[in-house]
């Protein structure tokens, strides 16, 4: 598989060292080149966009406008409307969008036996200095994807309390409830766990490595793209609806 990797930062430096392994890797961009003049120019199966949130939909549809299948990382786009847009347009030119929904692929997730609950509590402690707009995109849309694989409910929010490095966040679904509890001032290590009822799931160090797994799938076409789309259309619109009631 050829690709081509937009951003070379914290992330894509990751993808990158993946990518130079698992495919053919022909050029590294980023977000302030002349994409026009690379993408006309690079015969890949993907292009790996893994720059910041804001960048992604202009980057993604000019991709697609050049006929390159693509993977995003997430949150693929921050409104749901351009999400959508993007999804209509790679499948009006039969190209595939992969957005990087990970923890759906952690050993830790997938080994969960009973996906019925009553009450569920996502945790995330870490120290991480990076801004306000961030608990959104970098935490809290990743908990959002596997409260809505593991329950597909419409969720509405209770209360929403965000500060600069700390949110906490209540969620319904007629008698189902879901809390988030982030605080990114934890000076004792990373800690990140989820509580099904009274079941604890670890999630502070990955049982494997689900991004080699994904692009192992995807050189394989062994992807479910729609699932992918629907759950990230989701996410995306349950996000939008969060923020709207800070």
């Known amino acids: 598989m050829k690709t081509l990797l937009i951003g070379n930062g914290y992330w894509g430096s990751i993808v990158k060292s993946k990518l130079e392994v698992q495919t053919d890797l022909l050029y590294i961009a980023n977000s302030k080149d002349n994409l026009d003049d690379i993408l006309s120019k690079f ?3 993907y292009v790996f966009v893994c720059t910041p949130t804001e960048t992604h939909y202009d980057i993604v549809k000019k991709c697609l406008e050049y006929n390159k299948n693509v993977f995003c990382e997430k949150p693929f786009t921050g409104d749901f409307d351009k999400a959508t847009e993007l999804f209509e347009l790679s499948n009006k030119n039969n190209l595939n969008i992969f957005v990087d929904n ?3 692929y952690r050993n830790e997730y997938q080994n969960i036996s009973n996906k019925e609950f009553n009450k569920i509590k996502f945790v995330w402690n870490k120290y991480e200095d990076t801004f306000n707009e961030n ?5 809290l849309y990743h908990d959002l994807y596997l409260l809505l ?4 409910n419409n969720w509405e ?6 500060s600069e490095d700390k949110l906490s966040l209540s969620l319904f679904s007629g008698d189902l409830k879901s809390e988030f509890n982030y605080d990114r001032t934890y000076l004792n290590g990373k800690e990140k766990k989820i509580i099904i009822d009274d079941v604890l799931i670890n ?10 797994e994904i692009i192992n799938d995807l050189k394989n076409n062994n992807i479910e793209f729609n699932d992918n789309k629907k759950i990230t259309l989701n996410t995306i619109k349950l996000l939008n609806k969060i923020q709207k009631n800070i």
């Not at 694989?149 to 597909?152: E, R, W």
């Not at 929010?157 to 965000?162: A, G, P």
């Not at 999630?203 to 080699?212: C, E, G, T």
């Open 102 to 104: 990970i923890f759906l």
């Open 135 to 139: 608990l959104f995109n970098r935490l």
């Open 149 to 152: 694989d593991l329950s597909n």
């Open 43 to 45: 015969d890949v199966n």
């Open 203 to 212: 999630f502070s160090n990955p049982l494997n490595d689900p991004l080699s």
């Open 157 to 162: 929010v209770n209360y929403c309390n965000v």
